[in-house]
């Protein structure tokens, strides 16, 4: 029945434009710095994670700052995120379960980079890839060239594993990060000079949203050239 039930859903998402799908146990995702309350949390036992791939051409625009082509399209690829997340979520209340659908891209504290949620840690727990030295999560099939999209749940479904794998000796994103962000290690990333580099970006009116995605267009070995 648990399977039945992840089958169904995987198809409603891809039907409306997903490119990944997973399910994680939230039980075994670290939530204490989720910003949503406790008493709301503690209805759901899992959660959808959702993926949709960003344009190669666009990516293909940027060379060391993002563009007003790549900023549009970002904001598409969120829109239709958040559409396939109220449509997985309406299918699942409409058999009878609660669904909490996370906007793909809401952050509520940029200082800290914090938001509702973490659609990454739990796109790692639902078997969608792994954190790249670039602090994104990175698929073995598109790289870091996609964004996520949540829906907690407490319909019973079958829950993916994280997989065993890790950027190995691909340094790609470390040598053009144009704020010296990224580093050998994942978790020396610094987040602070990112965040530093966002504003910078935004200020010189290159886009009117704390975005990059020079990271992004280089993690392509995954995806192929």
Not at 68 to 92: E, K, P
Request: hydrophobic share 40%.
């Amino acid at each position: 029945m648990k399977n039945q039930k992840y089958l169904e859903l995987n198809k409603v998402a891809l039907k409306n434009g997903a490119s990944l799908f997973g399910v994680a146990d939230l039980s075994k995702v670290k939530t204490d710095d989720f910003l949503l309350e406790k008493e709301l949390l503690d209805k759901f036992t899992y959660a959808i994670s959702i993926g949709v791939v960003l344009s190669k051409g666009v990516l293909e625009d940027i060379v060391d700052h993002p563009t007003q082509l790549y900023f549009h399209h970002y904001r598409q690829v969120n829109f239709l995120l958040d559409r396939i997340g109220i449509q997985v979520a309406g299918f699942i209340e409409q058999k009878g379960y609660l669904a909490l659908p996370i906007a793909a891209s809401q952050i509520v504290d940029w200082q800290n980079q914090r938001a509702h949620l973490s659609h990454k840690r739990i796109g790692v727990r639902a078997g969608l890839g792994w954190i790249g030295r670039n602090n994104l999560l990175i698929n073995s099939k598109f790289g870091a060239q996609f964004r996520l999209v949540t829906i907690l749940t407490n319909m019973s479904l079958k829950s993916d594993k994280p997989v065993k794998d890790n950027c190995g000796d691909c340094y790609a994103c470390l040598e053009v990060c144009p704020a010296q962000a990224i580093k050998e290690k994942c978790e020396d990333f610094d987040h602070l000079k990112c965040f530093e580099k966002l504003k910078e970006f935004q200020k010189k009116g290159y886009v009117g949203q704390y975005i990059c995605g020079v990271c992004v267009k280089a993690c392509y070995k995954r995806r192929g050239k």
